[in-house]
Structures are given as structure tokens and as C-alpha cells.
């Protein structure tokens, strides 16, 4: 899971990347080699929780919620 983590760090700092995994996760998958257990949790459960999140992150609250995120990406995955 620690790509799918990476994916949603770097997507929670950056909204335009977090528009490219949004609509493009297979995409995104495939340029990171993503396994498909990891393939289904960045489709999955690492979409929902950046579709939920504000645009954009406010920089105070980025550490936090990525944070947030991995917990919840290794506890579902």
C-alpha cells in the first residue's frame, strides 16, 4: 500500500494532481506499476477520501490529512 500512500500524499498537497488520479486513476496506476490489490484501494477507498476533500487543501491542514488518509487506506487495505 505504500504507493497507493504516496499517490494520496502527493495528490492531497497538489489538486492538479489529485484531478489526474481522480479521473485517471487506472492511468495513474499503471504509470506507478501499482499491484491490483493496490489498484483497487487507490479506486477505491483513496478516491472517495479525496473526492471529500476541500479544494484546495489549506497548507496548515495538508500534513494532517494526509495523515488522516494513510491510516485509512492501510486500515481498509
Known amino acids: 500500500m505504500d504507493k497507493v500512500i504516496e499517490i494520496t500524499n502527493r495528490a ?13 486513476a487506472q492511468d495513474i496506476g499503471r504509470r506507478w506499476g501499482l499491484t491490483e490489490a493496490e489498484q483497487d484501494a ?16 489549506p497548507p496548515a491542514d495538508i500534513p494532517p490529512e494526509q495523515a488522516r488518509l494513510e491510516a485509512l487506506i492501510r486500515a481498509a487495505g
Open 12 to 24: 492531497v498537497a497538489d489538486y492538479g494532481f489529485r484531478q489526474a488520479v481522480m479521473y485517471g
Open 42 to 57: 487507490l479506486e477505491g477507498t483513496a478516491l472517495d477520501l479525496l473526492m471529500a476533500l476541500p479544494v484546495p487543501v
